[in-house]
């Protein structure tokens, strides 16, 4: 072969590895895209995700759906999403009655809404740990909101099955709490157990969503207060609470989610979470 024939399809060849490389696009960043690729292994930080919807409400879907990706894909690397969905009963007089709404609930966001100074509350409203809110269906707000939030110090919280009572059916819980960041000058914290069931469905026939069929994830079954820390007084808290298992709950999709939440400011400083699917010595 001639040399200036070598030379010439060198060139080509160069000219069509450029061409293909300029045609190619920039991988685009999108909550679905960075949600392919959970984080996954090792120590996480924990960001509590508490989503205020309701069933009789057209713009709560998109917003229950965003809660279940970023519950089951844990999109921000080395944080661990712990999601609460927490069904309002102010809706229920408008035509259909949310089976998950508990005016606990709506005591709890208006909690929020005087700490945050805020006028009114809506729906969907979602808060992160305690101070961040927002739209709930606003994913790109979600994900900002969340990875700041691990920013933040953490108290220690640890979450362990303790004994199970099969008779009852209960569990009891090994909870224990230190290290307690100081956020505010009030620094007495409370410490809040919620019990989460997942996978759960409902067929909607009246109301704004009459028609459709919802699917939500870590509904809070079950919200109590467990104890209180103060570390003017004391640096460390442990507690064993008993969870009665519901008949109406399905144990396999539960989850216990302990949190520590500041009682002026409403900051969450700590959370865990812990299935409570039974163990195989247990099926």
Known sequence: MKPKT??????ISIALIVAVLIGRKPPESSLVQAEDRPAGGGDRIPVLVELFTSEGCSSCPPADDL???LEQTQPIPGVEVIALSEHVDYWNHLGWTDPYSSATFSARQNDYARALEKDEVYTPQMIVDGHVQFVGSNANQARDAIA??????????????GSQNSTTPSIT??????????ISADHSCEVSLAITESGLRSSVSRGENAGRYLTHTAVVRKLSHIGAIDPHKVSTLSAQPIVRIDKAWKRDRL??????QERS???????????????????
């Open 67 to 69: 809660l279940t990706r």
């Open 265 to 283: 400011s409403r900051t969450v400083v700590g959370a865990a979470q812990l299935s409570l699917a039974k163990q195989p010595a247990e099926r």
């Open 148 to 161: 700041t939030a691990a920013r933040d110090p953490k108290a220690a919280v640890t979450l362990n099955l």
């Open 255 to 260: 989850r216990a989610v302990v949190f520590v």
């Open 6 to 11: 070598v030379c010439a399809l060198a060139l």
């Open 173 to 182: 819980l090994d909870v224990r709490v230190s290290n307690l960041p100081v």
